[in-house]
């Protein structure tokens, strides 16, 4: 397979923001949200007993029919008649980007029933079809608590409510914040280590730019883990700006002097933002710049003040 083309690849970076809060078991667990399993016939007087399933697939490689074998199959067994049950179904929808229920049209329609204690119970295959982020799980379960609504999944097969369902949901979920973290170190960690080689990584490097390898019928090349191919190709206005940082520290110009002169000009950094001395030093030190002499320069290169690259950045 050919990598005939390069085309920019977006700069992200990681984020994981699914952990909880101290609050967030502070509420959790708080008086009103420990009525786990009680059944005030005050409050269900005013339910309408309705019957939810919920289905959420964020992918193509994700079965929504799997589910819905699911749920059918759990509310046969519970002599529940499937013509009283209401499907919502999010299609293509990621619950890491749109973390609330109501982030997304069907949910939003079945947190407002929930809210208003219409909903005697909620089917769904997983409870990750529901949330994925912490803070959006305990907010969920709490007003599942109040209005006494039952949720049935493979995680929870014997109801929320339920004294062994309310432990399986929280031991999973602790284990799910402990996972995250686990990869948060992971990502940091391998990220460092392929900047100190001088590879790829997800932090802009001023200078270079990551590029996604295009195969000979224009799709990006798949490689190792099913990740797209990346690689670095230096982006010669900014090295022309580089091989000026480099001229100026020969002749004793400090960073922060270096940096003063940048902004002066208006030339941002590979983010936009403004230069500082710690930034000018760091952008030095980076050590994609080893690379450099595997790459072939243009005949010639941009001279101070850079007028091209700041209209670029403008």
Same mark, same amino acid.
């Given at each position: 397979?050919?990598?005939? %083309?390069?085309?920019?690849?977006?700069?992200?970076?990681?984020?994981?923001d699914?952990q909880?809060?101290?609050?967030?078991?502070?509420?959790?667990?708080?008086?009103?949200?420990?009525?786990?399993?009680v059944?005030?016939?005050?409050?269900?007087?005013?339910?309408?007993?309705?019957?939810?399933?919920?289905?959420?697939?964020?992918?193509?490689?994700q079965?929504?029919?799997?589910?819905?074998?699911?749920?059918?199959?759990?509310?046969?067994?519970?002599?529940?008649?499937?013509?009283?049950?209401?499907?919502f179904?999010?299609?293509?929808?990621?619950?890491?980007?749109?973390?609330?229920?109501?982030?997304?049209?069907?949910?939003?329609?079945?947190?407002?029933a929930?809210?208003?204690?219409? %909903?005697?119970?909620?089917?769904?295959?997983k409870?990750?079809r529901?949330?994925?982020?912490?803070?959006?799980?305990?907010?969920f379960?709490?007003?599942c608590?109040?209005?006494?609504?039952?949720?049935?999944?493979i995680?929870?097969?014997?109801?929320?409510?339920?004294?062994?369902?309310?432990?399986?949901?929280?031991?999973?979920?602790?284990?799910a914040?402990?996972?995250a973290?686990?990869?948060?170190?992971r990502?940091?960690?391998?990220?460092?280590?392929a900047?100190?080689?001088?590879?790829?990584?997800?932090?802009?490097?001023?200078?270079?730019?990551?590029?996604?390898?295009?195969?000979?019928?224009?799709?990006?090349?798949?490689?190792k883990n099913?990740k797209?191919?990346?690689?670095?190709?230096?982006?010669?206005?900014?090295?022309? %700006?580089?091989?000026?940082?480099?001229?100026?520290?020969?002749?004793?110009?400090?960073?922060?002097?270096?940096?003063?002169?940048?902004?002066?000009?208006?030339?941002?950094?590979?983010?936009?933002?403004?230069?500082?001395?710690?930034?000018?030093?760091?952008?030095?030190?980076?050590?994609?710049?080893?690379?450099?002499?595997?790459?072939?320069?243009?005949?010639?290169?941009?001279?101070?003040?850079?007028?091209d690259?700041?209209?670029?950045?403008?």
């Amino acid at each position: 397979m050919a990598a005939a %083309v390069l085309r920019p690849s977006e700069t992200k970076s990681p984020t994981f923001d699914n952990q909880s809060q101290s609050s967030d078991w502070a509420n959790l667990y708080s008086g009103v949200n420990l009525q786990i399993g009680v059944r005030d016939n005050v409050e269900t007087m005013h339910k309408n007993n309705r019957i939810m399933a919920y289905i959420r697939d964020s992918t193509t490689d994700q079965n929504p029919e799997m589910q819905k074998t699911w749920v059918l199959a759990t509310i046969a067994s519970k002599g529940i008649n499937p013509d009283d049950v209401e499907w919502f179904i999010d299609h293509g929808v990621s619950a890491t980007k749109k973390q609330q229920m109501t982030d997304r049209p069907e949910g939003e329609k079945v947190w407002k029933a929930l809210k208003n204690g219409e %909903v005697e119970s909620i089917f769904c295959y997983k409870l990750d079809r529901l949330f994925r982020k912490q803070w959006a799980a305990h907010k969920f379960v709490a007003e599942c608590q109040l209005q006494n609504t039952d949720v049935f999944s493979i995680d929870t097969p014997s109801g929320l409510l339920s004294d062994e369902g309310f432990l399986l949901y929280s031991v999973n979920f602790m284990m799910a914040e402990m996972e995250a973290r686990r990869l948060a170190r992971r990502t940091t960690d391998g990220m460092s280590q392929a900047r100190n080689n001088g590879g790829v990584t997800t932090n802009a490097v001023f200078g270079w730019d990551v590029m996604e390898v295009i195969d000979e019928n224009g799709n990006p090349l798949i490689g190792k883990n099913d990740k797209v191919v990346k690689k670095m190709k230096p982006n010669w206005q900014e090295q022309a %700006v580089l091989n000026w940082i480099r001229e100026q520290v020969s002749l004793g110009k400090s960073h922060n002097w270096i940096a003063r002169k940048l902004n002066e000009i208006g030339l941002k950094g590979k983010k936009g933002g403004k230069w500082q001395s710690q930034s000018v030093k760091r952008t030095l030190e980076s050590k994609q710049h080893l690379q450099i002499g595997n790459e072939s320069p243009p005949k010639q290169m941009m001279k101070w003040p850079f007028t091209d690259l700041r209209k670029k950045q403008a």
